[in-house]
C-alpha cells in the first residue's frame, strides 16, 4: 500500500503532514512512503532527508495522486480558497484521505469527497480519550499558537514583558490577561510567565482554575453560573448572549488593566463568542496589545479583522490566521506524530481496517463508499439519517 504526502496547496502553508523521521514507521508497518518533490522544503526537510530514511520523491503532483492508496495532509483537500489548487480533481475513487477538513465549518467539502468515492477521516473529530492522545491534532497546533501569540504580543507591545531593576530605575513587568484555558490558553500562560510577565487568566469551566494557577497566574473568578458550561469531553460549550453579556460587564476592567490580552475561546463550526467589545477596546490604554486567536471563527474581539492589524486608539488588534503555520518545522513534527499514530491505528497486517467498534475510526469517518456517514455532519447537510451503517471491514486501497 503506497501512502503519498503531497505537498500543502492552502495558501502561505508551511507545514508538511509528515517529517521524514516517521518515514521508518510506515515502511516498518510494511507500507511504501511516497513524498511529493519540495513538499517538506518550507519546514526545513529536504527531499533528500525522506530518501535517505526510504521514501521515494515523486516529481509531479498528478503522479503522486494517481499513485497513492492513502494521502496524509494538513489542509485534507483543500477546495475553498481561489488560489489553491483543487485537488478534487486529481483524487479517484476508492482513495483514502487523513487530514483536517473542518467538517463542521465547511460540510459541503464534505458533501463533495464523498461525490467523488473517497474514503475520508477528519483528525478534529478524534474522540477526547486517553488512547487518543497521541492523535490529538488540534491539541499539538493549540500548543504552538498558544506560544506564537506570546511572542506576537510581545513584538507590538511598546513595553517589555518582565520587571527589571537597573541603574536607571526599576521597571515594572507587564500585564497579560489570558482568556480562555484550554490548550492554546495555557501555553499562552505559560509562555508569558517565562518571559516574566504578571499574567491573569479566565475560563467559564472552573476545573481549569488549579491548571492555571499550577503556571503561575492568577484565576479570574467572576459571579457567573457555569455549571453547564463544560461539555462531558471537557471542552467549553457555547452559552447564551445573556451570559456573555455578564461576563463582559465583569472583565472590563480586567481588560482596562491590561497590557496584552490574548484570547482563545473558538467553537468548531460556529461563529466565535464576542468577549472583548469595541467599548472595552476603547478602554483600554494606548500601547496595549490583543491577539485573537479564534480570528478565523470571526473573532473574540469585535473589531478584529481575520488576517489583518489594526489601530484603535492605539490598541493593536491582531486576528492572525493558521499561526502553526508560522512555525513548521515543529508544528510539522508534531502533527506528524499525531498522523502517524491514527495511521497505525487505522491498519492491520499492512492494510487499513475501517473497525466501527473503535471510537477513534468511528467519530472521525466522514465519507466512505459515495456516502457522508459522519451523523452530525449528514444533519448540517439536511441528510436523513444514514441507514446503511459502514460495516467493519479491510481493504487493500
Known amino acids: 500500500m503506497i501512502i503519498g504526502i503531497p505537498a500543502e496547496s492552502y495558501p502561505d502553508e508551511q507545514r508538511v503532514a509528515l517529517v521524514p523521521a516517521f518515514v521508518s514507521n510506515l515502511t516498518n508497518a510494511k507500507l511504501e512512503v511516497h513524498v ?15 530518501e535517505e530514511q526510504g521514501a521515494q520523491i515523486v516529481a509531479e503532483r498528478t503522479q503522486l495522486f494517481s499513485l497513492a492508496d492513502v494521502l496524509l495532509q494538513l489542509h485534507g483537500l483543500s477546495l475553498n480558497s481561489a488560489t489553491s489548487q483543487n485537488d478534487l480533481e486529481l483524487i479517484h475513487s476508492g ?66 514583558y518582565p520587571m527589571m531593576i537597573t541603574a536607571a530605575g526599576t521597571i515594572t513587568p507587564s500585564r497579560v490577561f489570558v482568556v480562555g484555558a484550554g490548550v492554546a490558553g495555557l501555553q499562552a500562560i505559560a509562555t508569558a510567565r517565562r518571559l516574566g510577565a504578571v499574567v491573569q487568566s479566565y475560563d467559564i469551566r ?56 490574548i484570547t482563545t475561546a473558538a467553537i468548531p463550526g460556529k461563529k466565535s463568542p464576542v468577549l472583548v467589545t469595541e467599548e472595552m477596546v476603547r478602554g483600554m490604554h494606548s500601547g496595549s496589545v490583543i491577539v485573537d486567536l479564534a480570528a478565523e471563527g470571526g473573532g473574540n474581539c469585535e473589531l478584529t479583522q481575520p488576517g489583518e492589524t489594526l489601530n484603535v486608539n492605539g490598541v493593536h488588534i491582531l486576528g492572525p490566521l493558521n499561526l502553526p503555520s508560522t512555525i513548521p518545522h515543529h508544528a510539522s513534527q508534531m502533527y506528524s506524530k499525531n498522523v502517524t499514530s491514527f495511521l497505525e491505528n487505522l491498519l492491520h497486517e499492512g492494510e487499513l481496517n475501517l ?3 473503535d471510537p477513534i475510526i468511528k467519530d472521525t469517518l466522514l465519507t466512505h463508499k459515495g456516502e457522508v456517514v459522519n451523523p452530525i455532519v449528514r444533519e448540517l447537510l439536511g441528510l436523513p439519517a444514514s441507514s446503511q451503517p459502514v460495516s467493519n471491514e479491510r481493504s487493500d486501497s
Not at 467523488?116 to 488540534?138: C, H, N, W, Y
Request: glycine share 8%.
Open 36 to 50: 511529493e518533490k519540495g513538499a517538506g522544503a518550507k519546514a526545513g526537510f529536504p527531499d533528500s532527508s525522506y
Open 95 to 160: 482513495q483514502t484521505v487523513v487530514g483536517l477538513f473542518n467538517p463542521l465549518g465547511s460540510p459541503a467539502t464534505v458533501q463533495e469527497c464523498a461525490g467523488k468515492g473517497l474514503t475520508t477521516f477528519a483528525l478534529e473529530l478524534l474522540p477526547r480519550i486517553s488512547r487518543a492522545q497521541p492523535m490529538d491534532v488540534l491539541s499539538s497546533m493549540a500548543t504552538i499558537a498558544g506560544y506564537k501569540a506570546v511572542l506576537l504580543a510581545a513584538s507590538a507591545l511598546n513595553k517589555i
Open 206 to 261: 472552573p476545573a481549569v482554575k488549579e491548571q492555571v494557577e499550577s503556571l503561575g497566574a492568577k484565576f479570574l473568578v467572576l459571579e457567573l453560573e457555569t455549571e453547564e458550561a463544560e461539555t462531558s469531553g471537557g471542552y467549553a460549550k457555547a452559552m447564551d448572549e445573556e451570559f456573555y453579556r455578564r461576563q463582559r460587564e465583569m472583565m472590563k476592567q480586567v481588560v482596562a488593566e491590561s497590557d496584552v490580552v
Open 355 to 357: 473497525n466501527l467498534e
